[in-house]
C-alpha cells in the first residue's frame, strides 16, 4: 500500500472537517517523525495523508491559569517556552532531552502522544500534570483527560474523525508549593527511546505530602501512574523510609515485559530506583529552600 | 625527542597529540609528510559535491531487489516466479538457473551459492533477484515469489553446533578448520604456577554501521560489465563478478564510487550486491543498481564475529607470567567467507604482547545459522583482546599488583620471543606506549582520585582499565601472495599530477596519505597532486584493502612510483637551473639549484615535455617472504607491529547500570604520523567504535534474524557518549629493514609509517571492559555491558542501596 495522496490543512476548522470526512486508510501527518518510519517500514499503513503542519495550530498561549499547547506546536518550541520551564519543569526536561535537536525540530507533541507509545517522553509529565487533551470532531470539542486517552500500546480513545487539537495543563497555585521531576533512561547519551521513563509532581502542605502524581513510562501497555505508590505518600513527610516505601510499591504497580530494548526485571529495579531518585531530589530542594529561606527570615531579624 | 600531545571530544578542541619523534633520521621527510593540513576530500565530502553511488544515474537505469528465505534452515523443493515475472514494470526476474559462470560468492572457500538452489541456511540467504523500472515495483514482485521450502531444524550455538547430533549447516559438519599455537609445555606450566586465572568471555557480533549503506551499479556492454560501487576491496568485486558471470578479468571492470565508511564491512560483503546486479545487467541488458536501505543492510551484510573464548592464564606469585591456554570459538554463520583468516589473526593474537614461554592456544571456526561472519576493524583481534587484558587485569587484582606495572614487569621487548616464536626485532615500542599512557592519565594520581570516590559512596562508581594489543600489521603470511601492491603516477606538462593506486579511500583517509607521500617524494604541493578513484582497470591487482596496509603498501607503491618520476624529471630541472643532477632539490613546488637558482616545478614539467619523457610511472611494493607454519602457528606470521596502550576512565550510575566512559587516552606507536590530523582523527573514531562495542551496541538475533536491525534499536555511540579523547604518539620513523641477526625484519611502511586504522579500535573494549569491572569490583567477561547486564551485577549485591541524593539522607 503506496500514500497516494497528500492534503494539506490551511487551518484547525479545515483540518478538523477533513479529518471528520477522511476516508478509511487516511493518516495524519505533522513532524512525521514516527509515521515517515512506520510507513516505510509496513508497521502502519495509509493511502492518504492529511497534513497538519500549516494548519495554524502550533500555538503555545500561557495565561494565569493555565498553558495551552496547540497539537502541532514543536517539541523544539515547548523546550524554550519559558512558561513551561517555569511551571513545568518536568515537561520542559522531558521535551529538551527528547531524540535530537533534528527531531525535536519537526516532532510535535500531538504526534508525540497520538502515536501513544508507551515510551513517549512528553506522556509521563502530562500524566504527572494532570493535563486535558481537547479533541475536536467537526465543530464539536470535548475535553479528554491525559490518564483516560490511551488503551493499549498505539491505541488510543479517538476515532477516525477525531483530531487532537490542543493539550492544557493547569497551573499550580503558588501557594500549592509543587514540585516536579522528569527522568529518563536510554541506553546512550542522546537520540535514544526511553527503556524507562518517570515523571513525578509533588505538593508538600506543612512538611506533609498533599499531593503527588508519579507517572512511568515503557513499563506496562500504557504509560501508567503509580497509584499505591502515591497513596502511600499522601499524609506522610518525605523521610527516607517513606520515599523507600513507595518506591517498592511502584514496583508492584508497572507490568513490564521483556523486548529488543531490555528486559522487565531490569524495568521493575529501575523503576524503584527512579522513584526513590525523584523523590529523594524533590526531598533535597525542599530541604534547601528552607533552609534557605529560614537564613533569610533569621538575617531579615 | 620531541613530544606533542592532543585531546578531543566535546569539550577539548584543537590541542595537538603528544608527539615522541626522534630527533634525526635520515629518511626524515622534509615536506609536507608530518605536518597539520586538510584532508584532500574534506571540502567536496562538506560542500555535497562528492557523489556516492545514490547520486548516479544512468540511462534505462534498472533498479533490484532480493527475495530471501524467510527461514533460518530449510530444503527447498520449488520457486516459481511466473507471478513475479507478470508484475508491470519488472524487466528481468533470476534464480540460480540463470548465471552464466559458477553460482559462487564464496570469497576463499565456494561454500556459498548466490542464489539458493535446494537449500537455505539463514535468513539472509537470497532465492530469486527482481529487475524493475523503479524500487518499489522491484520490491512488489520480491513478495509474490512463490517458494516452496520445508523448514529444518537450525544450530545458533557454536557450543551446540559442534555436538554430535547438532543440525548439520554444510554436509561435512559444523567444524570448519582449526588453528593453533603449541610452544612449550603450557599443561605442565598451569599445574605448577602459583595462580591460574580463568574466565570464559563473551565478545558478540558488531554492526560496521557505516554512513553509507551497501550499494553498486552493475552496467553491460556487449560481453562485458563494468561495475560502480562503495566497497574496499575492487579486485575482489572484480573476481567475484568475473566467475559468477564466467567472463575474463579483462572484462570486468570495477570502479570505486566515494565510499561513506567502510570499517571491514565492505571488504569481503560488496560482491554479494555486485554479483546480483551484474546477473541482472546481465540478464536485462540494461543497467542496474542496488542500494540497501539501513534495515537491509543490518540485516544481511556481515559483521563482526561473535567468539567464545575460554582462557587460562598461569603465573608466578611474583607475577611473571609462565603459560596460557586458550580456547576460541568463532561463530562463521552459514557461510566461512573470511571467517579462517580472521580466525588466524585471532588465533595469533590471543596472547597479546607479554612473553609468555609456555603457550597452547586453539581456535575452531564453526557453522551456524546465524548471521554472518565478515570482516571488521581489528579482523578478530578486539575478541581475544578483551580476553587477554581481561586476564591482566584480574590477575593483577588477585595479587594486589598494579595493573600497567605487572603488563610492563611481562612486556615484549627488543630480542624477546612472542608467542608464536618469533623473536622480535627491535624497535619494539610496546614498553613506550604503556610508559606514554601512564604519563597521559597521569595514572597514579588518577587511580588514587578514583579510589577517594569510591571510598566516599554515593550514587557512582569510578573505574579505571587498562587495554593494550601488538598489531600485526597487514596480511598474515598465511595471505602473503596478496600483499603486492601498486601505483600509477603521472606528471602532466603544467606540474599537476595524477595518482592511481590500486588501494581504496573508504573514508580513513587513503587519499591524503598517498597524495602526501607523492608531494613529498615529487616535491611539489599536495594541492598539486589529484589522486583519482580505484578502477581496475588502471592499477594491478593491489590485493584488499585491509589490516592497516594501505599507508604502508600503497604509499610504498606510490613512493617508488614517484622517484622514477622524479628520475625523469631531473635532466630537465639540471638544463634549467644549468647544474649538475645531485645539485638539484625538488620541494614545495620548485626546483632549486646552486646559489639561489629555482624554477618552479610547472616549468620542469613543461621542459621535461618538450624533451619527449616518460612523464608516467608505475610503482610496486612488496614485502619480503615471511616464514610461517600453520600446523605450529609458529614463525613469521606479520612484517610489523604496531603496539598501543589505551586507558579508560569510566562512571557506573548505581541507580541505573548506565556506564559512560569519562575519560579516554591513547598511546599509539604509529612509526611515523604522515597527516597526523589524520591519525588523531583515526583514533578517536577506532577508540569510540570500541566504546561502542564495549557498552551499547548489541545485536539482538532469534533464530538466526536480526530483531533490531535498525538505528533506534541498535545503539552506535552519539557525540553526547563520545569523552574526551587524549593521544600520544610515538613515532619511531624508520623504515627498518634486516637488521639484528637471528631476528626479522620489520618492514613498515614510507617514512617508517604503521598502519593506525585497527590499532585504534582494537584494546579499546578491553580498557573499557577492564574499567567498569573496577568500579564494580567484579569481573564482567560478556559485551555488551549494556546497563541491564551491570544492573544484574549490581543488584546481585545491592550496591543500590545508597542514598542517591546525598541530602536526603540527612
Known sequence: MFVQSVVRARSEVEAAWLVYEGKPATRLIAGGTDLMLQLRRGQRQALALIDLRRSGMDHILENEHAICIGATATVAALAQHPGIRAHFPALHTAAATLASQQIRNLATIGGNICNASPAADLVTPLLAYDAVLRVRRGDDVREVPVDRFFTGPGQHVLTQQDLLVEVVVSKPLPSEGERSRFLKLGFRGAQVIAVVNAAVSLRLRRGLVAETHIALGAVAPTAVRAISAERLLRGEKLTP????????????????IDDVRSTAGYRRRVVRNFVRLALEEIAAQVAAETAHGSQRSRSRA | MTARKRSSGARARGRRPRRVVPARSALAPTGVVGRPGLRVDALAKVDGSARYIDDLRFPDLLYAAVRTSDL??????????????????????????????????????????????????????????????????????????????????????????????????????????????????????????????????????????????????????????????????????????????????????????????????????????????????????????????????????????????????????????????????????????????????????????????????????????????????GFGAPQVTLAHEGQLDALAERLGRDPLDLRRQNALRPYAVAAWGEKLAPPVEYLETLAAAERLSGWSALRRQVEAHNRAGGRTRLGLGVGCCMYGSCLHAGGQHLEGSGALLQVHRDGSVSAAIGLTEMGQGAATVVARVAAEVLGVAVDQVEVLPTDTALVPDSGPTVASRTTPMAGHAVANAARQLRAQLLPAATGLLRCRANQVELSGGWARGPGRKKVAFADVAAAAFQAKAHLAASGWYAPPRKQFDRATGLGQPYSAYAYATQIALCEVDLATGVARVKKFFCAHDVGRAIFPDGVCGQIEGGAVQGMGYALTERLVVRDGRILNANFTDYLIPTIEDAPEVAIALIESGDEGGDKGRGTASQAKGPFGAKGIGEPSLIPAPAAVANAVSHALGARLTELPLLPDVIMAEIARRNLDNVPFVESAAT
Open chain 2, 72 to 377: 533460518p534452515h530449510a530444503e527447498v523443493l520449488r520457486i516459481d516466479v511466473t507471478d513475479a515475472q507478470q508484475v508491470p514494470g519488472v524487466v528481468a526476474v533470476a534464480t540460480f538457473r540463470d548465471v552464466p559462470g559458477q553460482n559462487q560468492v564464496g570469497c576463499v572457500r565456494p561454500d556459498q551459492p548466490l542464489l539458493v538452489e535446494t537449500r537455505a541456511r539463514w535468513v539472509g540467504d537470497r532465492i530469486a533477484l527482481i529487475a524493475a523500472t523503479d524500487p518499489a515495483t522491484a520490491k512488489a514482485a520480491a513478495r509474490v515469489v512463490k517458494v516452496d521450502a520445508v523448514p529444518l531444524p537450525g544450530v545458533f550455538d557454536v557450543e551446540q553446533a559442534l555436538a554430535t547430533g547438532a543440525p548439520a549447516v554444510h554436509t561435512g559438519g559444523n567444524l570448519i578448520e582449526e588453528f593453533c599455537i603449541e610452544r612449550g609445555d603450557a599443561e605442565l606450566a598451569l599445574r605448577q604456577a602459583d595462580v591460574v586465572v580463568e574466565h570464559r568471555y563473551l565478545a558478540p557480533w558488531q554492526e560496521h554501521a557505516y554512513l553509507e549503506p551497501q550499494g553498486v551499479i552493475a552496467v553491460p556492454e556487449r560481453g562485458s560489465m563494468t561495475i560502480y560501487g562503495s566497497m574496499q576491496c575492487p579486485f575482489y568485486v572484480q573476481s567475484a563478478v568475473a566467475r559468477l558471470l564466467g567472463l575474463p578479468l579483462s572484462r570486468v571492470r570495477v570502479v570505486q564510487t566515494v565510499t561513506g565508511g567502510a570499517f571491514g564491512g565492505k571488504e569481503d560483503y560488496p560482491s554479494e550486491p555486485a554479483c546480483c546486479a551484474a546477473l541482472l545487467a546481465h540478464k536485462s541488458g540494461r543497467p542496474v543498481k542496488f542500494v540497501y536501505n539501513r534495515e537491509q543492510d543490518i540485516q544481511w551484510s556481515t559483521k563482526r564475529h561473535r567468539m567464545v573464548i575460554q582462557h587460562r592464564l598461569a603465573a608466578r606469585r611474583d607475577g611473571t607470567l609462565l603459560g596460557a591456554e586458550i580456547e576460541i570459538l568463532v561463530d562463521a554463520g552459514a557461510y566461512c567467507g573470511l571467517t579462517g583468516i580472521v580466525a588466524e589473526r585471532a588465533n595469533t593474537s590471543s596472547v597479546g604482547p607479554y612473553l609468555v614461554p609456555n603457550v597452547r592456544v586453539r581456535t575452531r571456526t564453526i557453522y551456524t545459522n546465524n548471521p554472518f561472519g565478515g570482516a571488521f576493524r
Open chain 1, 241 to 256: 523510609e517513606a520515599i523507600a516505601a513507595a518506591a517498592e510499591a511502584a514496583v508492584d504497580d508497572i507490568s513490564p
